[in-house]
């Protein structure tokens, strides 16, 4: 991990520019800190908000708006070599094959850039992995239950991160009983593991929403589904 922070960060010194995409988060986020919730613009209408307002919450400790959004993404890259290795572990049950994995991933190209722009690919990474991580460990019989459970909860929180992960719900809500108990035809134990990955993707709404100055999720995921069919907002800004 202090290598691929290492790196990380060497990245970021040796490629100054910012992308298109990554101003605009960053004024965004800006915006978002001096005037609030109730000035959003009609962007948080359709977009997932995660990465903006974890960023926004670092600047209440005085971090700039270009400081805090890399620095979201630049620990969310460095600790995803925790989800990669345990993954690797397990896949292959082996200590070395996870730890060669989190090598790789400290130095994979496409990882470290992610890591590194102000975008929120780098955090949706993270919990994606996640998703993978607690995903195996059910389907190897570790825990099946309580992994199906995280596995809801990440699933919903890399959803707030981009909506590309709303195949990752689906996937998991449907093969993780399937792939767990299909062999052994324990169709009660398959509709518990199912009941328990649904529970843990609700718990991950709802502490969501609760979080102060957190806008209505629900309004922008269905906004956005709206808007992608019709081209329109149902609740502009």
């Given at each position: ?25 960053i ?9 609030g919730?109730a ?5 948080l209408q ?16 005085g ?38 994995l989190g090598?790789?991933?400290?130095v ?17 990474f ?40 709303l195949e ?20 009660k134990?398959?509709?518990?593991a ?20 957190m ?17 329109t ?5």
């Open positions: 991990m202090a290598g691929a922070l290492a790196v990380r960060l060497f990245y970021c010194w040796s490629h100054p520019m910012e992308t298109r995409d990554g101003i605009g988060y004024q965004f986020t800006q915006r978002w800190f001096e005037e919730t000035a959003l613009p009609a962007f359709t977009q997932p908000p995660l990465f903006c307002y974890l960023s926004r919450a670092l600047m209440f400790i971090l700039s708006a270009e400081a805090a959004t890399q620095l979201v993404n630049l620990s969310a890259g460095t600790l995803l070599l925790i989800p990669v290795y345990f993954a690797g572990k397990l896949l292959f049950n082996d200590k070395r094959a996870g730890l060669w090598a790789l991933s400290a994979m190209p496409t990882l470290v850039k992610y890591s590194c722009e102000r975008l929120r690919e780098g955090l949706y993270f919990f994606a992995f996640w998703v993978i991580c607690f995903w195996l460990h059910a389907v190897k019989q570790s825990r099946p239950m309580q992994n199906a459970f995280l596995c809801g909860l990440c699933a919903v929180l890399s959803l707030l991160c981009r909506y590309e992960a990752l719900l689906v996937f998991c809500g449907i093969g993780l009983p399937a792939a767990i108990f299909f062999p052994d035809r324990a169709w134990n398959a509709l518990k199912g009941f328990v990955f649904v529970l843990g993707a609700l718990l991950g709404v709802a502490v969501i929403r609760l979080l102060p100055g806008p209505d999720i629900l309004t922008i995921f269905v906004n956005r589904i709206w808007s992608q069919c019709l081209g907002s149902i609740n502009p800004v």
